[in-house]
């Protein structure tokens, strides 16, 4: 079983920039793929990023390649989601999932993912 605890949330202007933060215990997160998803209120959760179990092989959504990057710190059983310049359509509640049987190539799917965290509020204003 892996329990994920999703933190770094918080509210930022628009062009701002925060670190979200998901935390394993449990189980090494170093054979799981992860992935990031949010879900904004009156919307269905929609795919941010996914990275494979050592990094190599990543996804990312349109709507945020060249503004997020995700990464993985084995030695904190630890992924991060770095966000730069934040728009106030990525007002959102962002949760972080892991599933074993997609470690070698990542989904994008929620349905796919097997552990969630139950997410962190992010907030851009204009």
């Known amino acids: 079983q892996v329990q994920l605890v999703e933190s770094g949330g918080g509210l930022v202007q628009a062009g701002g920039a925060l670190r979200l933060s998901c935390a394993a215990s449990g189980r090494t997160l170093s054979t799981y793929a992860m992935g990031w998803f949010r879900q904004a209120p009156g919307k269905e959760r929609e795919f941010v990023v996914a990275?494979?179990?050592?990094?190599?092989?990543?996804e990312y959504s349109d709507s945020v390649k060249g503004r997020f990057t995700i990464s993985r710190d084995k030695a904190k059983n630890t992924v991060y989601l770095q966000m730069n310049s934040l728009k106030p359509e990525y007002t959102a509640v962002y949760y972080c999932?892991?599933?074993?049987?997609?470690?070698?190539?990542?989904?994008?799917?929620?349905?796919?993912?097997?552990?969630w965290g139950k997410g962190t509020q992010v907030t851009v204003s204009s």
């Open positions: 999932a892991a599933d074993y049987s997609l470690r070698f190539r990542p989904a994008t799917s929620s349905n796919e993912y097997d552990y």
């Open positions: 990275v494979n179990w050592n990094g190599g092989v990543t």
